[in-house]
């Protein structure tokens, strides 16, 4: 996940340590049993999952969750709910999966199992759309005002960039604002989400150089299950084989967010 605060280790550490949900069949044959494949998202992640102008759920996981249960025959259902309880919610059960950009990584392996890789995204630099000076590399940001989201991976990364000014902001439209008005040299945001923004503002920005490495979002799920992540792994792999990913992706970002993008 990206624009979010940064899950700490004490939490993870709870979960791990905090009684599984029992359940004797797989997951694949609870699901099944009950037609339904149980979703959890935000609902207020612009593209990736939102409602729209009537109230409608929409986006690309949405639209990628969608097409999952669509493969395993369920039917999709869907729950909101707010990031900072959302992996607990899945540790106790209340949904079968999270399909909301979570990073797969080593701490939270420990206490999930996760699909293979569906969105490879990376860090990347935002700057004013008639920047000239070179802005490529954290050498060439020393001394320059980068603004980020409070608490997010993106305000770690800057902290670790040396001899940069660190400004942290609510969120994107904030610190957008101040770099199109010259108060910031520079943002930080996913990459995927730059397009977005920057319609959605219509301020004079463009998409920078990428800095950091690249992260993979995957799908995760309570451990123990390996017939459900085989399904899940399996309709994944259907999608990507029939199109039918790289539809729903060109929808939304006009490209296979499933592969680096050429140069990355």
């Known amino acids: 996940m990206k624009e979010h605060p940064v899950k700490s280790l004490a939490l993870l550490a709870a979960l791990a340590l905090a009684a599984p949900f029992s359940h004797g ?16 998202v935000e609902g207020t992640y612009p593209p990736f999952n939102f409602k729209d102008e009537k109230g409608k759920l929409t986006g690309f996981d949405v639209e990628v969750a969608e097409a999952i249960a669509g493969k395993l025959g369920l039917k999709p259902e869907f729950t909101t709910t707010e990031w900072s309880g959302i992996l607990a919610g899945l540790q106790a059960g209340k949904y079968d999966v999270i399909v909301n950009q979570v990073a797969a990584t080593d701490q939270r392996r420990q206490v ?37 989201g409070q608490g997010s991976n993106y305000a770690e990364l800057a902290k670790g960039i040396e001899g940069a000014e660190v400004r942290t902001y609510p969120g994107a439209p904030e610190y957008l604002q101040d770099l199109a008005s010259g108060r910031l040299d520079a943002a930080i945001n996913d990459s995927l989400l730059i397009p977005y923004l920057r319609e959605k503002t219509k301020l004079p920005i463009k998409a920078g150089a990428a800095i950091g490495k690249p992260d993979s979002n995957a799908i995760p799920f309570r451990k123990g299950n390996p017939k459900f992540k085989a399904a899940i792994d399996k309709a994944l792999d259907e999608m990507k084989a029939d199109g039918s990913y790289a539809k729903i992706s060109g929808k939304w970002f006009e490209r296979d967010v499933s592969k680096p993008p050429a140069g990355h």
Do not use: C, H, M
């Open 25 to 40: 069949a797989d997951l694949l044959d609870e699901a099944k049993a009950r037609g339904t494949l149980r979703i959890a």
């Open 112 to 148: 999930f199992d996760f699909s293979g890789p569906y969105v490879i995204s990376y860090p990347q630099l935002i700057v004013r759309a008639n920047e000239t000076r070179k802005l490529d590399t954290p050498a060439d940001l020393k001394g320059k005002k980068i603004g980020v």
